[in-house]
């Protein structure tokens, strides 16, 4: 059974950092591409970033490049989304998520896998 763990979510002022992590069992996540997403109450979940198996290509959100960064470490079976510079806007509920194969982007159709979700609130 393939599970995903969010973790590191919290409350943090305008301006900061935080540090998401996605722990995965039940799947290798070095033979997969990953990826994070977003949703806010009443809103669809928007994609924010992804990764591909590798780790040697990765996409961003317009609204997060060049501040937030997606890694992986698969010796840790784990992956990683470092969000510095937050604004009040990136205020979510934040997923990550696995596809059947080794596929990678930006729709939600891609993935098949699902965390339970981490929030992230930022004061103004």
């Known amino acids: 059974q393939v599970q995903l763990f969010e973790s590191g979510g919290g409350l943090v002022q305008a301006g900061g950092s935080l540090r998401l992590s996605c722990a995965a069992s039940g799947l290798t996540l070095s033979r997969h591409g990953m990826g994070w997403f977003r949703q806010t109450p009443g809103k669809e979940r928007d994609f924010v970033a992804a990764i591909n198996w590798s780790g040697g290509d990765t996409y961003y959100a317009d609204s997060v490049k060049g501040r937030f960064t997606i890694s992986r470490d698969d010796a840790k079976n784990t992956v990683y989304l470092q969000m510095n510079k937050l604004k009040p806007e990136d205020t979510a509920v934040y997923y990550c998520?696995?596809?059947?194969?080794?596929?990678?982007?930006?729709?939600?159709?891609?993935?098949?896998?699902w965390g339970q979700g981490t929030q992230v609130t930022v004061s103004s």
């Open positions: 998520a696995a596809p059947g194969g080794s596929a990678f982007g930006s729709s939600r159709n891609l993935y098949d896998y």
